[in-house]
């Protein structure tokens, strides 16, 4: 079984300064990973994925996050954030060797709030 | 355009009644799922189902229930028997046990019991 740790719940920042969202995981099968991004009142919209090949994932809206399989991370990174960037993050994990089915395990989500 | 679409966005629902929510995918995704999300709880898996005819309980399915009858979709009845079920909603599918896991989500039905 998988589990997702997002280490903080909540991260403040100034626009156009840089950001960093941490994601840890636990695996003991090999893993495909995610980050989603979910706005107010909307449903989750993919950001990025990493399946294989380069640990260094660029997605939309500027951000890219790196898979580091020694550490267990895969952290979201965008290097000058916009107010529109306010939302919810969610990292998630699969199993890459087919045991859970396809299914997604969820981390708690960090809300990420711009300020001008 | 592909996609999921859950309807409706906005429920209001009176203690005791039964509701239902839908959840419609032109994808020709073998694998449906049903989320609740609650502020600071992340999202909470209520029932999946991975072919046709079939599904099973998810993490907190007590209060609720499911039909897939068709592969485009899979609606959700939330019970009287849920003893707290003012919350958002989100309805998701997959292509299946042998794909990534990757969700495409709908926009949400937001429920709150009067």
């Known amino acids: 079984a998988q589990s997702v740790t997002q280490l903080d719940s909540q991260v403040p920042v100034f626009e156009e300064a840089p950001v960093e969202l941490r994601c840890n995981y636990s695996s003991s099968v090999s893993v495909y990973l995610f980050w989603y991004v979910q706005y107010p009142n909307q449903g989750l919209q993919l950001l990025l994925k990493?399946?294989?090949?380069?640990?260094l994932v660029k997605g939309i809206n500027g951000f890219e996050a790196e898979f580091n399989k020694s550490q267990t991370s895969f952290h979201l990174r965008k290097p000058s954030v916009h107010i529109s960037d306010t939302a919810e993050y969610f990292c998630?994990?699969?199993?890459?060797?087919?045991?859970?089915?396809?299914?997604?395990?969820f981390g708690q989500g960090t809300i990420l709030t711009v300020h001008p | 355009d592909g996609g999921i679409t859950q309807s409706p966005k906005y429920l209001f629902r009176k203690e005791g009644q039964n509701v239902t929510l839908s959840c419609e995918q032109n994808l020709n995704h073998d694998a449906m799922y049903w989320y609740r999300q609650d502020p600071g709880q992340g999202l909470r898996l209520i029932y999946y189902?991975?072919?046709?005819?079939?599904?099973q309980k998810g993490d907190i399915a007590e209060g609720y229930s499911v039909s897939r009858e068709k592969k485009e979709s899979f609606p959700l009845t939330v019970t009287s028997a849920q003893k707290n079920p003012t919350a958002f909603y989100l309805c998701?599918?997959?292509?299946?046990?042998?794909?990534?896991?990757?969700?495409?989500f709908g926009e949400g039905s937001r429920l709150t019991v009067l």
């Open positions: 998630a994990v699969s199993d890459a060797g087919g045991t859970s089915y396809g299914k997604l395990t």
């Open positions: 998701a599918s997959s292509i299946g046990p042998l794909g990534t896991g990757e969700l495409f």
């Open positions: 189902s991975q072919i046709v005819n079939d599904f």
């Open positions: 990493y399946l294989s090949g380069s640990t």
